[in-house]
């Protein structure tokens, strides 16, 4: 009888450590999503690409899986309102084959409006919109905290950028165009396209007009 409850409380030990280590397992760091396979573009089309990096008080907000931090953001073509889907990095870094034109951005991650535009010119065949950074405060209530744009910043990071491309893209031999994202309000079109679209969705163009304000 002792030697069946000793071999019980083995297992039961056995059994206690297995959980453990699962649970350990459970909250390693989850692997980073890769990008999608970059392509060459066709007639029409030029190769977009950047980085989009949110920071908390201008520390950068590290990968998490489940928040989905960086998982994409959307933009909108001027021209046709046509919007796209563009798939972030774990650092934020995006490549995405678009139709050339006017784009404005419309969300990231699905929940931080950045007003914010960029074109894709006619006579490039990729185009660099820098690195927006994008600075979030932090705001608590009585239901808890959440994150909120509070200001934006484009930055060059120059030939560091253009080595990403070659990476992405071996044998790009393309002309290429360095375009930095800029104020909504300072392409043409596209405060009123996204005005539009709020509109559609139930928001305001005030809400509109003071996001630009705070982007600028």
Do not use: N
């Amino acid at each position: 009888m002792l030697l069946q409850l000793t071999r019980q409380g083995q297992r039961a030990r056995l059994g206690i450590l297995c959980g453990l280590l699962l649970a350990l397992a459970g909250c390693a760091a989850a692997p980073e999503p890769p990008l999608p396979a970059a392509r060459a573009p066709e007639a029409g089309e030029a190769i977009v690409f950047g980085k989009i990096v949110l920071l908390e008080a201008g520390s950068p907000l590290p990968y998490d899986p489940k928040a989905a931090l960086y998982p994409e953001f959307t933009v909108i073509r001027i021209a046709d309102d046509r919007a796209f889907t563009v798939a972030l990095a774990a650092d934020g870094a995006f490549f995405a084959v678009l139709p050339k034109g006017a784009y404005v951005v419309d969300a990231v991650a699905r929940r931080y409006r950045v007003p914010m535009a960029f074109v894709a010119p006619p006579d490039a065949d990729a185009a660099y919109v820098g690195r927006l950074e994008l600075d979030l405060v932090r705001e608590r209530g009585l239901f808890g905290s959440w994150l909120r744009p509070d200001h934006m910043d484009v930055k060059d990071e120059g030939d560091t950028a253009e080595h990403a491309l070659a990476a992405r893209v071996p044998g790009f031999d393309g002309s290429l165009s360095r375009a930095l994202m800029v104020g909504a309000s300072q392409v043409p079109g596209a405060a009123q396209r996204l005005a539009a679209r709020r509109r559609r969705e139930g928001i305001t163009p005030g809400d509109v007009l003071q996001a630009i304000i705070i982007g600028l």
